[in-house]
């Protein structure tokens, strides 16, 4: 308790400087599971994503990143193994942010696209084992995480691989693909409409108080479905079949896919943004928490509006400075993206995040979004992956878990021999 009086202050100051390091990181890395198959496609530009995520991502993390949260991410943690030691609370929630933001640091600058989840995770097991206790690790959770690296790639891969099948027959390869477009993809627009509103119900909005059970979710999300459906439809009426230039028949048909690529690319960014803001604020709230009761441990705390606010701003300068190069490495060196195959991996990838809140199953956007994209580009034949980029992918996410602990271990035994 002595060490939260005598430098509570510094630690707190110190906390907040690594959990906006720890929000750049998530900005850095992870925005490009909402915008890098946008750009891929060129649905968008490189700087009208960056535009449009930095709005959206900081909406979604300041408006429904949560009034309330556990300080224990993801339960992986006991606390009240820690209720006589706060200060190694404090020491460990410090480590882990600056761990976890130190390797989203190296994989953002390698153009790697890991998982900020699997990096904070990684952070707070190593510490917890290393520096309190094995016994202070819920191993059955930190087990269904590690699941989620094989689950969350192929279901994604497979939704897909079934969505751009299903527009490659009855669109694509149509006698006349513009014509079939205009029947079929008032369909594919209610999908969107649904599926984007359950992630931003279930995933974006969960912390706002609006206590919808998943029955309800479903049930708006269907009126909004049949709005983006109609919306669409009347649109659709509108837009003129133009002289093709060139050889690329489809040219038409990609214009209206473009469309609903920035549709979902807004609202998985809001989603992404409440969700994955938590990440950095959770170890931060924890600290906030412990320093301002004078060494309480709970298991549960307010959050002060200014925790947000700096979560969001990191996500929003971290995507502003170094986002880049993740997205491109998403959307360009996986496989070539056109909108209606980038539109494919974008409602892949949120149907398996919907799934999964359904389920209860953790997974990892990062992890979903790749599993997708791959999954687009196996429907064109194995040949159409870049099979050098993915390895090096699959290599990074293995890799994630252990460098966060590793980095967290260190920064544990750095912290408690400078604070004491």
Not at 129 to 157: N, T
Request: glycine share 12%.
């Amino acid at each position: 308790m002595s060490v939260i009086a005598e430098y509570g202050h510094i630690l707190l100051i110190l906390t907040c400087l690594f959990g906006f390091f720890m929000a750049w990181g998530v900005g850095a890395n992870d925005v490009a599971n909402a915008m890098g198959t946008s750009v891929g496609s060129k649905a968008l530009t490189i700087k009208q994503a960056i535009l449009i995520a930095m709005v959206f991502e900081f909406a979604g993390a300041y408006l429904a990143g949560g009034e309330v949260t556990s300080t224990i991410r993801k339960g992986i943690i006991d606390s009240s193994i820690l209720a006589d030691t706060p200060e190694l609370l404090v020491y460990g929630m410090m480590s882990a942010l600056l761990a976890a933001g130190t390797w989203l640091l190296l994989a953002s600058i390698m153009g790697w696209p890991v998982s900020t989840t699997h990096s904070i995770v990684g952070a707070l097991v190593g510490f917890a084992a290393v520096g309190i206790s094995v016994d202070a690790v819920a191993w059955g959770k930190v087990g269904q995480i590690a699941a989620s690296w094989v689950v969350s790639p192929l279901l994604a891969g497979t939704i897909s691989f079934g969505v751009f099948v299903s527009a490659q027959r009855l669109i694509l390869d149509a006698a006349d693909p513009f014509a079939a477009a205009k029947k079929y993809i008032p369909f594919y627009m209610f999908a969107v409409g649904f599926i984007i509103s359950m992630v931003t119900m279930v995933k974006g909005l969960k912390h706002i108080g609006l206590g919808l059970t998943f029955g309800e979710c479903l049930f708006y999300a269907s009126i909004a479905g049949g709005l983006v459906m109609a919306l669409g439809s009347a649109l659709l009426r509108r837009i003129k079949e133009e002289p093709i230039q060139g050889s690329f028949r489809y040219a038409n048909v990609e214009r209206v896919f473009a469309v609903l690529m920035i549709f979902t690319a807004c609202a998985m960014a809001f989603a992404h943004g409440s969700n994955d803001v938590a990440n950095a604020i959770g170890p931060l709230a924890a600290v906030v928490s412990v320093i301002s009761s004078g060494g309480e441990v709970a298991s549960k705390s307010a959050l002060p509006w200014w925790i947000l606010l700096l979560g969001g701003g990191g996500i929003v300068v971290g995507l502003a400075t170094y986002g880049f190069k993740v997205i491109a490495t998403v959307g360009k060196k996986i496989t070539e993206l056109t909108p209606s195959r980038g539109f494919a991996a974008e409602l892949g990838a949120a149907s398996t995040v919907v799934l999964a809140s359904a389920t209860g199953l953790p997974i990892s956007t990062t992890h979903t979004l790749v599993g997708a994209i791959l999954g687009v580009g196996l429907a064109r034949g194995i040949a159409a992956l870049n099979l050098r980029v993915i390895g090096s992918i699959f290599l990074s996410w293995l890799i994630t878990l252990p460098a966060g602990a590793a980095l967290a271990i260190f920064f544990f035994y750095v912290f408690k021999a400078i604070f004491g």
